[in-house]
């Protein structure tokens, strides 16, 4: 889009590859109409790091520590995500309370990551105080998760064929303290979000996609469930030990009775699952069977069996952001595997951007991008360039005029 | 997407009722999964590249599929592409995930796109095209995605021959970065 002719009503709008709405660098080119986007363009590649690369040429133990720094928030669920796909193409077996840890671990950090992403929407449209609210209470969240994984964020746990550690009954009395708080203060947030004048004018309406182009585009996660696609690996295909729980596609019209596909439905979607992870971690503690919680403790002899495998597997899981994907192949003579491919739920939900942004105002590109909840880590994974362009609106002018449209409204 | 939905089974039988002996392979692995013993259902085919357009076509009239990803293989003589894709999401428990294997030959390395039936197939198909060097044929964008702009020409990262990464890192005058 950036080789078309400009003509004199429209100019180019670069912005990036510092971020608009995360901290993180992509590019984004805009063709504007004044105020209006008439067309838009995503450029990646910013902080790819060559982590599958890096991968084929470690064994399938160290992957796990690689897979969990793909992404911050998502640390659990790609190391998961790729411990599924191994013991898929091994045959590798896990024990049943495992299974249930594993789904603990999983919710656990969704709730923190849709709070994080709460957060940050509202300092998007210039809300700091809500900002600041979300993530106190996010903080309990990550409390919990140091005291049951012994990090807050990079949690270490996940290893072949079950977990690293056990969730025992004196810890109990703890995450039942957390998620009561949690449960308590959910009334709040959510009238804040969702009952505030200020939330709905900037978010009602704005940064539609519609039903046909979430399923044409493949987008996945949360953007795809606000667009009225019900689509959640944990319900389609159950894993871990989501089979066992009783559970339902969260979209907006639970709520609300309808389906618009905009920020307001993304931001519905998002708290319906924050207290459908609570209601799924409450259920998964009290049905918990007793156990082992990995089949084979002794790696070398792991390492053995999957050298010996020829095979490939597919792990499919559910990331706070949507589906992650992770493919390996064993050729039998390595322990590392032949291929190792990493699917992001942000790669997926890129195109989707652009349906979303055209037609909207410049003030709406930070709200609007965050409403996917995109994650570039995750997505890129090499070096940098820098192109030096010209007339870069930065994160803080961005952010301002973001901050100044709130006001406008508010007036 | 007007007909009933088949099973793993009639599904297979589906694609071999059409497209006879070029479908090379053809397994259903059924794993369990938790206390109740969950079933997750993949499917894994392999397609002769003559087919590959059709098949995609084929698919697309039964229903409108997830287009999850495509990963590569490099083998010595040929690339493996495998095109994941999951259908009937959105019937509780039921989804089954689709792997369709299509081999490219080294000397020719290349294959049809298939943005015109699956548009969000774009970034994956631009992935490919400059990870693995496969020329995907009438793809719409067909600019770098993730490499930046002044990466060598002709050297692909997931490559695990001479076209690799290798002379990259051993010896840069080479590629003539």
């Avoid at chain 2, 774009?122 to 496969?134: A, D, F, P, S, W």
Wanted: proline share 5%.
């Amino acid at each position: 889009m950036s080789t078309k002719a400009t003509t004199k009503t429209t100019y180019q709008l670069p912005i990036g590859p510092i971020h608009p709405a995360l901290k993180e660098p992509v590019m984004f080119e805009f063709e504007m109409d004044g105020e209006r986007i008439i067309e838009a363009d995503v450029k990646l590649g910013h902080v790819h790091r060559a982590i599958e690369w890096t991968g084929m040429r470690r064994n399938s133990i160290q992957i796990i520590y690689l897979a969990e720094r793909i992404c911050g928030i998502c640390s659990f669920v790609h190391p998961f995500a790729f411990c599924r796909a191994v013991e898929s193409a091994c045959d590798i077996e896990v024990p049943e309370r495992a299974h249930y840890l594993r789904t603990i671990h999983g919710e656990l950090e969704r709730i923190c990551s849709h709070m994080l992403w709460a957060g940050v929407a509202a300092h998007e449209i210039g809300f700091d105080s809500v900002l600041f609210l979300t993530w106190e209470m996010r903080e309990k969240v990550l409390d919990l998760t140091e005291y049951l994984t012994g990090n807050r964020v990079t949690k270490g746990i996940m290893t072949l064929g079950g977990i690293r550690r056990d969730i025992t009954p004196d810890q109990i009395p703890k995450i039942k303290e957390t998620l009561n708080y949690l449960k308590d203060n959910f009334e709040k947030l959510r009238h804040v979000y969702l009952d505030d004048k200020t939330f709905k004018m900037r978010s009602q309406g704005v940064g539609i996609l519609t039903k046909e182009d979430a399923l044409k585009l493949c987008a996945v996660g949360p953007t795809t469930r606000a667009s009225g696609i019900k689509k959640d690996v944990r319900v389609d295909q159950p894993y871990a030990a989501y089979g066992d729980i009783d559970m339902k596609h969260m979209t907006p019209d639970l709520l609300t009775g309808e389906v618009n596909g905009d920020v307001y439905d993304r931001i519905i979607v998002r708290l319906l699952e924050v207290k459908q992870s609570i209601e799924i971690m409450e259920e998964a503690l009290d049905k918990m069977p007793s156990g082992d919680i990995v089949s084979e403790p002794k790696i070398p002899k792991l390492l053995a069996h999957i050298k010996k495998t020829v095979g490939e597997g597919v792990g499919r899981d559910e990331a706070p952001r949507g589906e992650v994907i992770h493919y390996v192949k064993f050729d039998g003579e390595n322990e590392n595997p032949y291929t190792w491919k990493v699917r992001a739920s942000t790669y997926n939900n890129i195109l989707a951007w652009i349906p979303m942004l055209k037609g909207e105002q410049i003030a709406d590109i930070p709200i609007v991008a965050a409403s996917t909840d995109p994650c570039m880590s995750c997505t890129n994974r090499v070096t940098i360039i820098d192109k030096n362009k010209k007339y870069i609106l930065d994160k803080e002018q961005l952010h301002r005029l973001s901050v100044q449209k709130t006001r406008r409204l508010m007036r | 997407m007007s007909k009933e939905n088949l099973d793993p089974k009639g599904l297979v039988k589906y694609f071999k009722d059409e497209f006879k002996t070029k479908i090379k392979k053809a397994e259903i692995t059924v794993k369990p999964s938790g206390s109740n013993k969950r079933e997750m259902t993949h499917i894994w085919m392999k397609i002769d590249k003559s087919i590959f357009k059709p098949f995609i076509k084929h698919l697309c009239e039964y229903q409108f599929p997830h287009m999850a990803v495509v990963s590569g293989n490099d083998y010595p003589k040929e690339i493996e592409l495998v095109y994941h894709f999951s259908l009937d999401f959105g019937k509780e428990r039921k989804e089954i995930s689709l792997n369709v294997a299509v081999d490219v030959p080294k000397s020719k390395p290349e294959i049809e796109t298939i943005c015109d039936y699956i548009p969000g197939a774009l970034i994956t198909e631009r992935e490919k095209q400059e990870m693995l060097g496969v020329k995907i044929i009438g793809i719409p964008d067909s600019r770098r995605l993730f490499l930046p702009d002044d990466f060598p020409e002709g050297v692909y990262p997931w490559r695990k021959n001479e076209k690799g990464m290798e002379k990259l890192i051993r010896n840069l005058h080479e590629v003539k970065k």
